[in-house]
C-alpha cells in the first residue's frame, strides 16, 4: 500500500529513475506522520494526526519498522501497532524532538519527548490544544512501552514544531493565525536554575 507509510529514504544510493533504488517503505498504517524523530537509542516516534471522518485521536507512537501501525483500520491487521499514548480529538500532533539526556536542564528532562498540538481539541478554542506537551516515557526499548503527558507551555496561537537548540534550549514555531499570516513568531524556551542547584535537579543542594 504506498499510502499511510513511512519511508527511509537512503540519499546515497535513491535514484527516482530507478525502480531498484525507490525509498524504503520503513512501517506502515500511518495516518499523517507530521512530527517524526529519533530518541536516545536511535528508535523512530511520530506523531500522527487521527483520522477526520469518522473522528479518530490523535497518536503518538513508536514505530516498529516493517510492522502495520492501524490506519485505515478496515485494512489494519490484528496484531498491528498500538499507539503508546492518544493525544486528544483534532488537536493536530505536528512537531516533536526529544532533550538530550545530558542537555542543560538535567537529568529530569533527559529523553523527554516535547511535541507541538496546533489545534485545540474538536476545534474549540475552550477545550485543551494549541499547546506543547512534554511526554515521559518509561521501557521505551520493550516491546510495549508506557507514557504520560502534562501541558508544558500553553496559549500559543498555533504551535507548529518544537526543536532543542545545540545549547539546550527548547525552540517552538509558532505559525500564527490562519487568518494574519504575518503574526508567526519563534520563541526560545530556557530554564532558569536557581543559586545552590548545581547539579540542576530543581532542588537546592
Same mark, same amino acid.
Given at each position: 500500500?504506498?499510502?499511510?507509510?513511512?519511508?527511509?529514504?537512503?540519499?546515497?544510493?535513491? &535514484?527516482?529513475?530507478?525502480?531498484?533504488?525507490? $525509498?524504503?517503505?520503513?512501517?506502515?498504517?500511518?495516518?499523517?506522520?507530521?512530527?517524526?524523530?529519533?530518541?536516545?537509542?536511535?528508535?523512530?516516534?511520530?506523531?500522527?494526526?487521527?483520522?477526520?471522518? $469518522?473522528?479518530?485521536?490523535?497518536?503518538?507512537?513508536?514505530?516498529? $519498522?516493517?510492522?502495520?501501525?492501524?490506519?485505515?483500520?478496515? +485494512? #489494519?491487521?490484528?496484531?498491528?501497532?498500538?499507539?503508546? /499514548?492518544? /493525544?486528544? *480529538?483534532?488537536?493536530?500532533?505536528?512537531?516533536? &524532538? +526529544? %532533550?538530550?539526556?545530558?542537555?542543560?536542564?538535567?537529568?529530569? %528532562?533527559?529523553?523527554? #519527548? *516535547?511535541?507541538?498540538? *496546533?489545534? !485545540?481539541? +474538536?476545534?474549540?478554542?475552550?477545550?485543551?490544544?494549541?499547546?506543547?506537551?512534554?511526554?515521559?516515557?518509561?521501557?521505551?526499548?520493550?516491546?510495549?512501552?508506557?507514557?504520560? %503527558? !502534562?501541558? =508544558?507551555?500553553?496559549? +500559543?496561537?498555533?504551535?507548529?514544531?518544537?526543536?532543542? &537548540?545545540? =545549547?539546550?534550549? /527548547?525552540?517552538?514555531?509558532?505559525?500564527?493565525?490562519?487568518?494574519?499570516?504575518?503574526?508567526?513568531?519563534?520563541?526560545?524556551?530556557?530554564?532558569?536554575?536557581?543559586?545552590?542547584?548545581?547539579?540542576?535537579? /530543581?532542588?537546592?543542594?
Amino acid at each position: 500500500i504506498p499510502a499511510a507509510t513511512l519511508l527511509r529514504i537512503d540519499l546515497s544510493t535513491v &535514484d527516482f529513475g530507478r525502480s531498484d533504488h525507490l $525509498p524504503e517503505v520503513y512501517a506502515y498504517g500511518l495516518r499523517n506522520a507530521f512530527g517524526i524523530a529519533l530518541d536516545a537509542n536511535g528508535a523512530v516516534w511520530v506523531g500522527d494526526n487521527g483520522r477526520d471522518t $469518522p473522528l479518530l485521536p490523535d497518536e503518538f507512537h513508536r514505530v516498529v $519498522p516493517g510492522a502495520h501501525h492501524g490506519f485505515p483500520s478496515e +485494512f #489494519a491487521p490484528p496484531d498491528a501497532v498500538l499507539p503508546v /499514548l492518544t /493525544l486528544g *480529538f483534532g488537536t493536530s500532533a505536528n512537531g516533536l &524532538d +526529544f %532533550y538530550p539526556e545530558s542537555g542543560w536542564w538535567g537529568p529530569q %528532562y533527559g529523553g523527554n #519527548a *516535547f511535541l507541538a498540538r *496546533f489545534d !485545540s481539541e +474538536f476545534n474549540d478554542p475552550t477545550r485543551e490544544g494549541r499547546d506543547v506537551l512534554r511526554i515521559l516515557i518509561e521501557d521505551s526499548t520493550s516491546e510495549s512501552p508506557t507514557a504520560r %503527558y !502534562s501541558v =508544558f507551555a500553553r496559549r +500559543f496561537v498555533r504551535p507548529l514544531d518544537v526543536q532543542c &537548540d545545540p =545549547f539546550g534550549n /527548547l525552540v517552538i514555531m509558532e505559525y500564527g493565525s490562519v487568518a494574519n499570516l504575518s503574526d508567526g513568531v519563534l520563541y526560545r524556551m530556557s530554564l532558569q536554575i536557581r543559586q545552590g542547584d548545581a547539579d540542576r535537579d /530543581l532542588d537546592i543542594d
